[in-house]
């Protein structure tokens, strides 16, 4: 993943999203003007010269101040995700070095047992580009058997994009798929020399007929929490408030867990889930 190309595109479709009202700049009233605001514009906004952020669209102005990454994020009007996901485009090095492929993860022991001890609600143990590392039965059940598996598939971007039963079972699923996607492109950002990562993108791009689209929109997400529906094919509708909880000593794994409202329907069914 080129590292020119990507901060290039990822800037320019902030641009665009953005007009001048909401920017609270002057119409120019030109005909056929471009969507969203020029160069020129975000510069002015950002109190930066139109050359510089020439070459930082670029790629070619080097590491810019914390003040200015501030005065673009706000020029761009970037949430917290698209501020790191900026960040971590402009830092990293635009080429390839060699690098030691990251070795396998596992979960410890100790919060495998913890998994166990959750029996009322789905858990499950994310690890690098959605990577499923551990579930408890719930989560098999209201998700899929991810243990059933072999290891490589075992993965959630996968899931939904690829396993047709997802588009039927999970609630509300293109807004879900396509957060997916956005938490992707953020682990893209941080991590450009990932190869397990590159070649899960060219699959998704080959077998999905949703996915390019949605990558080359280049939304950035950390889903930290939410609410999510699934249509239980013996239960019926399941509805959860999920939470994610980064796990201490390892901060490229983070633990899911999901809640459900008390006295609610969901509540007195859900037990029910994990009887197939």
Same mark, same amino acid.
């Given at each position: 993943?080129?590292?020119?190309s990507? @901060?290039?595109? !990822?800037?320019? #479709?902030?641009?665009?999203?953005?007009?001048?009202?909401?920017?609270?700049?002057?119409?120019?009233?030109?005909?056929?003007?471009?969507?969203?605001?020029?160069?020129?514009?975000i $510069?002015?906004?950002?109190?930066?010269?139109?050359?510089?952020? =020439? *070459?930082?669209?670029?790629?070619?102005?080097?590491?810019?101040?914390?003040?200015?990454?501030?005065?673009?994020?706000?020029?761009?009007?970037?949430d917290?995700?698209?501020?790191?996901?900026?960040?971590?485009?402009?830092? /990293?090095?635009?080429t390839? =070095?060699?690098?030691?492929?990251?070795?396998?993860?596992?979960? /410890?022991?100790?919060?495998?047992?913890?998994?166990? #001890?959750?029996?009322?609600?789905?858990?499950?143990?994310?690890?690098? *580009?959605?990577?499923? @590392? $551990?579930?408890?039965?719930?989560?098999?059940?209201?998700?899929?058997d991810?243990?059933?598996?072999?290891?490589?598939?075992?993965?959630?971007? &996968?899931?939904?994009?690829?396993?047709?039963?997802?588009?039927?079972?999970?609630?509300?699923?293109? &807004?879900?798929?396509? %957060? #997916?996607?956005?938490?992707?492109?953020?682990?893209?950002?941080?991590?450009?020399?990932?190869?397990?990562? $590159?070649?899960?993108?060219? %699959?998704? #791009? @080959?077998?999905?007929?949703? !996915?390019?689209?949605?990558?080359?929109?280049?939304?950035?997400?950390?889903?930290?929490?939410?609410?999510?529906?699934?249509?239980?094919?013996?239960?019926?509708?399941?509805? !959860?408030?999920?939470?994610? !909880?980064?796990?201490?000593?390892?901060? %490229?794994?983070?633990?899911y867990?999901?809640?459900?409202?008390?006295?609610?329907? =969901? %509540? *007195? =069914?859900?037990?029910? $889930?994990?009887?197939?």
């Amino acid at each position: 993943m080129d590292s020119r190309s990507e @901060l290039a595109d !990822f800037l320019r #479709t902030r641009r665009n999203r953005l007009t001048p009202d909401q920017a609270g700049l002057p119409e120019d009233g030109r005909i056929g003007r471009v969507p969203g605001l020029r160069r020129d514009e975000i $510069a002015r906004l950002a109190g930066v010269s139109t050359e510089y952020y =020439t *070459r930082l669209e670029q790629g070619r102005a080097g590491n810019p101040s914390p003040e200015v990454l501030s005065a673009l994020s706000r020029a761009l009007r970037l949430d917290a995700s698209e501020t790191e996901h900026l960040e971590d485009l402009l830092t /990293r090095p635009n080429t390839a =070095t060699r690098r030691t492929p990251a070795g396998p993860q596992r979960v /410890r022991p100790g919060l495998h047992l913890m998994l166990q #001890t959750l029996q009322h609600v789905p858990a499950y143990v994310l690890g690098r *580009r959605t990577d499923v @590392l $551990a579930s408890n039965k719930l989560a098999r059940a209201v998700l899929t058997d991810f243990d059933a598996l072999p290891v490589p598939a075992r993965n959630l971007a &996968r899931y939904y994009l690829l396993d047709a039963s997802a588009r039927q079972t999970v609630g509300d699923w293109e &807004r879900i798929a396509a %957060e #997916t996607v956005g938490i992707l492109r953020l682990e893209a950002g941080r991590r450009p020399h990932d190869r397990q990562l $590159a070649d899960l993108v060219g %699959e998704l #791009t @080959l077998r999905s007929p949703e !996915f390019t689209a949605w990558w080359n929109d280049h939304r950035v997400l950390r889903c930290t929490h939410g609410a999510k529906l699934h249509h239980h094919p013996v239960v019926g509708d399941l509805h !959860f408030v999920f939470e994610s !909880f980064p796990v201490p000593g390892d901060a %490229e794994q983070t633990l899911y867990v999901y809640n459900v409202e008390p006295d609610s329907p =969901t %509540e *007195r =069914t859900r037990s029910r $889930a994990g009887r197939r």
